[in-house]
């Protein structure tokens, strides 16, 4: 039981991870985006 635990508790930990990860290339695209638009605006 000790050990499959301890599985699941990596791959919890793995979700979790990729889960930031993901977050992160989210918020980067739109920061890029974002400044896409405001070159654009001000052109």
């Keep these: 039981v000790a050990e ?3 599985q699941n508790e990596l ?3 793995a979700i ?5 990860n993901l977050k ?3 918020y980067e695209i739109r ?4 400044a896409t ?3 654009m605006i001000i052109k």
């Design 4 to 6: 499959e635990n301890a």
């Design 11 to 13: 791959e919890f930990e």
């Design 16 to 20: 979790s991870l990729g889960s930031n």
């Design 24 to 26: 992160a290339k989210i």
């Design 31 to 34: 920061v890029r985006h974002s």
């Design 37 to 39: 638009n405001t070159e």
